[in-house]
């Protein structure tokens, strides 16, 4: 659940940051959820696209997730937003592949009036996933690879979810996007089916290298209040809630997410070594055993 304190703490704390209510809005489930549409919403995470010319800290051009400086005073009172509300703002860059800084204004509405915080329109939610993907198809570096089949199916059911509650409430423009990005997203999933870019066996299997580094060491599977000093955390994907817990690892596994996924954020962020995309490592593997990560293939010891 999304409250109005912890919108209105938000704009103060991006106020503190010399952030302006007209540079950043919500976007993704959380802007669905907040426009009244009853779509699965991440838990812990809220979506938040900020002006990079506005960002105080300077980020390569290429990353798509944005931090404060470690040790920061801005991180710790982002650390103080998150323990308050148990919602982490995982804030991204505009302009952000193919989304145009200046649609802040075309795209977004205020919400609710006396606090004026930009919320995406549904209509907008659903587009900008048609602007990723024809980012990404036209991407001649990374490619769809920058993410996983899992991604686009889950796409296309909230895309469905969204369609149905449009039709009911006589939301015709966000109906008529839908209509629009169903069959891109389609041609996405049918992608996948026609490409394997794993290579998986029983004594050591393949991902996409996230960070690059050699690594041995003790497996912990995900648990919410496990300690990963000095082990290699395996899980099926990482959110952004979990930066804190997972930048304290030797290594990262996981068996979905591609190079932009929030483990890969997090493996660059911290200096991690990880590997990505595995399939099947939370299947393969149990807390206690040894494995080794050297560039985008985990072995077991």
Same mark, same amino acid.
């Given at each position: ?15 503190? $940051? ?5 540079? $950043? ?21 809220? #979506? ?6 506005? $960002? ?29 509300? #148990? ?31 930009? *919320? ?8 900008? =996933? ?23 199916? =889950? $796409? ?27 069959? !891109? ?10 490409? #394997?870019?794993? #290579? ?11 960070? /690059?580094?050699?690594? =041995? ?14 082990? *290699? ?19 990262? !596994? ?32 149990? /807390? ?14």
């Amino acid at each position: 659940m999304i409250t109005q304190t912890m919108l209105t703490d938000l704009k103060e704390l991006l106020l503190g $940051w010399n952030i302006k209510p007209d540079d $950043w809005y919500i976007t993704g489930e959380a802007a669905m959820v907040l426009s009244g549409y009853p779509v699965t919403f991440r838990n812990k995470q809220m #979506d938040v696209l900020v002006c990079r010319s506005v $960002w105080p800290w300077a980020k390569p051009e290429e990353e798509v997730s944005l931090f404060p400086s470690k040790g920061s005073k801005e991180e710790k009172e982002l650390k103080i937003y998150i323990s308050k509300h #148990d919602m982490t703002p995982d804030f991204h860059p505009l302009p952000h592949v193919g989304i145009r800084a200046e649609d802040r204004f075309s795209h977004t509405y205020a919400y609710p009036k006396d606090t004026a915080v930009r *919320i995406l329109s549904p209509w907008a939610g659903i587009y900008h =996933r048609k602007c990723i993907i024809e980012f990404y198809e036209n991407d001649l570096k990374t490619g769809l690879h920058a993410f996983d089949q899992n991604k686009f199916i =889950r $796409w296309k059911k909230f895309i469905q979810e969204t369609q149905a509650f449009a039709q009911s409430q006589g939301d015709q423009m966000t109906v008529q996007t839908c209509v629009e990005v169903i069959p !891109i997203v389609q041609r996405v999933i049918d992608f996948f089916n026609k490409v #394997d870019i794993h #290579d998986n066996s029983t004594v050591f299997f393949k991902g996409i290298c996230a960070y /690059n580094g050699k690594v =041995r060491g003790e497996v912990k599977l995900w648990e919410e209040n496990a300690n990963f000093t000095n082990k *290699i955390a395996v899980l099926k994907s990482a959110l952004p809630h979990q930066f804190s817990k997972l930048s304290v690892a030797m290594g990262i !596994i996981t068996d979905e997410g591609g190079l932009l996924s929030h483990a890969a954020i997090i493996a660059r962020e911290f200096k991690v070594p990880t590997v990505i995309g595995t399939n099947s490592a939370t299947s393969k593997l149990r /807390n206690g055993d040894i494995v080794e990560i050297e560039e985008n293939v985990v072995k077991k010891i």
